[in-house]
């Protein structure tokens, strides 16, 4: 007598009660004993967190269903309780966004070039039909440019904004593909791109790797329409299939590391199933001949100079065992963004099976680039030094794919935005205003040190040509030989280093022989053998670089007379960089 007992949910009798957590009682009356309650059963809150777990393993359009959403349309108007905060973080991203475009805009028309600007710049002055550093593509342009414009920063950097809003474009077409667009799909994609320090520095200078930024997106674009089109059962487009060769041709143009996007491609079709016969389509081996025409300028150049420019990146830095792996693998992850790196971590996720061929083949197109370059340099690094910056095609299709979770995420993609935007705001100043390592003692940054102070060191050149004459100017290694043939706006500056370079292939050190010098002499390039190919040397002048009070490095000039010619000297030792 007065005993009670626990029934299942939905199973009660006349008399029982049901909890606030779902429990249901049955008593009898006040005598009732203490209540047996029975487990809690999974409430809303917890199903919506397994919904979150599984959409991230899922495609796009399973996510929508699981979490609600709908990545293709605009956000719901929020409720009175939640506009608040949405308005904040759409505010911050907006913010972000613009505060990362002023600072692209102070780099390109007020940082001076740096030494890879400057020589790039200068080989577009001595047209080839390649380079011994890299293929032209970049030269061709830097040369048009100059002819038709002449020098400066706006028109140095020109064709690198112009690829910028290229590849902008591209990747949220691509992100678009996966989400189904929306307003915050398209911010989540531009912030994707422009907020990574990585992905803002080689696509924002006037190198190659802008150029190849935007040929392999544009490449992986087209070749992924016509990979959707026969993982569905149809042929695909022919124009997109010639235009994605002829894109990849261009990008292998650029830089050679586009060979990673062929490699990705050829595992892609390899592995999928409904994609193999296109191994048997005449389609794809026109686009793949199409390609190898494009880089025939470079195929040419090399066959006539015995293989130079492949010998030379086959080679260079092998003898620096371990060096390189750390300077590799952490610069790569802090400067691609720790947020877009995790955003890109769970968007690789294998898909569900409901993904469908688009996000199918964008996965797998996207990871098997990754795999294919990652394992080189990463590998590379083991045995030589490897610069983190090499892998970006590793990159590229993935910030399609990891602009869809920042856009579920709007805490991690204020992160990625933010933080994006304070580094562009402190490189502006770095690149604008004086370089911020300066500001730190025993911190020796070279590189950032580099491009100022070139207007005095040419002011000074000019003057001691004027007082005594000299038949060139010339410098030690081809950083300082580039920085003062852009102050000069002279394509005729020679540099005589042990360590090779494009300048090497202008140079006939015989015909100078009796010639007198003005050289310029920086200081992790010393006089070194040089100074032994005069019969007279004298230092002429020291010109020291300030700013804002903080002195940075000085130059030297020297006079030299009675050049010898014999310039590598016998028995030189090989360098590579």
Known sequence: M????????????????RASDGTVTAGAGAGATPQRRLPRRAGPARTRRRSVRAALRSSPAAMEASLDIDLRAPAAAPGPAARPRGDRA?????????????????????????????????????????YFDHPPLNAWIQGAAHAIFGRSLLVLRLPAALTTAGSLALVM??????????????????????????????????????????????????????????????????????????????????????????????????????LRRLLRDPRLWAAAGLCLAVLSPVLAWNATHGLASFRFHLSRGFGHLGRGVLPFAVPSLLLL???????MALAARRAGAGSGPRADVH?????????????VFLGLSFVTWSLYYWNVVAYLLLVPMAAVVLAARPRLLGWHAGVGAALAAAM??????????????????EDSLEPWGWGEVAAAVRAQAAKGGADLVAATDYRPGAHLAWALEDGSVKVMSLRPSEFDQWLDARALRGRSALVVVDRRAPLGALGDRFERLERVAVVP????????KDY??????????????????????
């Not at 505060?99 to 020589?119: C, F, I, K, M, Q």
């Not at 205003?433 to 003692?441: E, F, I, K, Q, W």
């Not at 670089?545 to 940075?552: A, D, E, M, S």
């Not at 030297?556 to 960089?577: I, K, Q, S, Y």
């Open 556 to 577: 030297e000039l020297w006079r030299g007379t009675g050049f010898d010619g014999a310039w590598p000297p016998p028995a030189a030792p090989g360098a590579g960089h």
């Open 2 to 17: 007065g005993a009670s007992r626990t029934f299942p949910a939905g199973r009660g009798r006349p008399g029982s009660s």
């Open 363 to 375: 996965r797998a197109l996207a990871l098997a680039t990754f795999a294919a370059s990652t394992a």
């Open 173 to 274: 077409r691509l992100a678009a593909r996966l989400g189904g667009g929306g307003r915050r799909l398209r911010a989540a994609a531009a912030a994707a791109f422009l907020a990574s320090p990585l992905l803002a520095m080689l696509a924002a200078f006037a190198w190659g790797d802008h150029l190849l930024v935007f040929f392999v997106l544009l490449a992986g674009a087209l070749f992924l329409d016509v990979l959707e089109e026969v993982a569905r059962g149809g042929r695909g487009s022919t124009a997109r299939l010639l235009g994605g060769g002829l894109a990849l041709g261009l990008a292998g143009l650029a830089k050679y590391s586009a060979v990673f996007l062929a490699v990705g491609l050829a595992a892609a079709i390899a592995a999928d199933p409904r």
């Open 428 to 445: 502006a100043v770095h690149g604008a205003v004086v370089p911020l390592t300066a500001l730190v003692p025993g911190i020796d940054d």
């Open 545 to 552: 670089v300030v700013r804002l009070g903080v002195h940075l």
């Open 90 to 130: 759409g505010a911050w991203l907006l913010a972000a966004l613009v505060g990362v475009t002023a600072a692209r805009l102070v780099h390109w028309l007020l940082v001076p070039p740096n030494s890879d600007e400057a020589y790039y710049w200068l080989w577009g002055l001595h047209p080839a039909l390649s």
């Open 337 to 343: 963004s720790p947020p877009l790196a995790w955003a």
